[in-house]
């Protein structure tokens, strides 16, 4: 298996990374049947492909197997983003049978992480995803991982997420605070539904904290020390450093 590096991680505050800790035990809490886990949104740029990857850091830094799935093929942000080496294969060439299942799976310089890249922008997405050969990768995946963890397009403007929603154990809705309609919300939240996916929660993202809020000062006396060094040394691991 190919090594792929993530070459930009973003450095996570003591808040940030307790926030990503939390959610990850309320993940493990739905059961050990919740294996295979979809990230949509409402509208883009709320953030949900930051909090899927590094969600999926998170749990692997728990020790657990992690297959993180970029399935946005109409437009994903993440190779750039994160500078994300050498994923020349993806999730369309499996789809479309150019490549094996094998083959577009790549190991990381994350520990425990697997990834699968979308590829290039496929004319038929939904139909790729509407596939058996989607069901497949998933229900191959979850004997060989603890998790696996989708990154999917918003669902309220493709239908992708729903799809995808419909094949795996849960789902999780990032909403952007401040930014969504209520009516938008539950528009996208009644197309997860409709699917019979268990929804798992929502991500509320883009909280203004303000920096001298009564977290922060609390973290940071208790934790900021510890996590100083915690992320130094996995800077150090993963090559993330400033």
Known sequence: ?????????????????????????????CGRDVKAIVLTSCEPDEGKSSISINLACT???????????????????????YRISRALNGLSYYLSGRYDLEEVIYATNVPNLHMIMSGPVPPNPTELLNSDAFRDLIADAKTKYDYIIIDAPPLGSVIDAAIISGEVDG???VIAAGKIS???????????????CKILGVVLNKVRLGRHSYYDKYYGKY????YGKYYGRYAKETGNHK
């Open 171 to 173: 789902a999780i809705m």
């Open 182 to 196: 209520y009516k938008t919300e539950v528009k996208v939240k009644g197309q997860l539904e409709k699917t019979g």
């Open 1 to 29: 298996m190919e090594t792929i590096n993530i070459g930009k991680l973003r450095r996570l505050g003591y808040s940030s990374i307790e926030a990503y800790k939390g959610l990850r035990t309320n993940i493990q809490f």
């Open 59 to 81: 749990i692997a830094d728990d020790g657990k197997k992690v297959l993180f799935v970029d399935a946005d093929m109409r437009k994903s942000v993440l190779a750039g983003r």
């Open 223 to 226: 934790y900021g020390k510890y």
